[in-house]
């Protein structure tokens, strides 16, 4: 069984930075790929950012684009967060899958976490 922890999260203020961590666990010797998607209130789930086993795969969501930083160490993911705004505001939520995938579609990942809590104000 795999498990995905995230932490970080919380609030800050417009401009401000955040980050986010998750850890996969259960099966160690499982390279992931490894993502975030994030929903806010009455939205759909949309892609973040995601990043390949060995680190040298990255995709990002336009909207975050030179804003947001994936990066990983081993099972562990990282998303750094600067220059936030109110609509980056949403629950976000660590995924993961057993092969090489970075894409976009939530339906590639078959793993994920609870979710974390990130509020941005204006």
């Known amino acids: 069984q795999v498990q995905l922890e995230e932490s970080g999260g919380g609030s800050t203020h417009a401009g401000g930075s955040l980050q986010l961590s998750c850890v996969a666990s259960g099966r160690p010797y499982t390279r992931f790929a490894m993502g975030w998607f994030r929903q806010a209130p009455g939205k759909e789930r949309e892609f973040v950012a995601a990043i390949t086993w060995s680190g040298g795969g990255v995709n990002y969501a336009d909207s975050v684009k030179g804003r947001f930083t994936i990066l990983r160490v081993d099972h562990q993911i990282f998303l750094q967060m600067n220059s936030l705004k109110p609509e980056d505001t949403a629950v976000y939520y660590c995924?993961?899958?057993?092969?090489?995938?970075?894409?976009?579609?939530?339906?590639?990942?078959?793993?994920w976490g609870q979710g974390i809590q990130v509020a941005v104000s204006s």
């Open positions: 995924a993961a899958n057993a092969g090489s995938f970075i894409e976009q579609n939530a339906g590639y990942y078959s793993y």
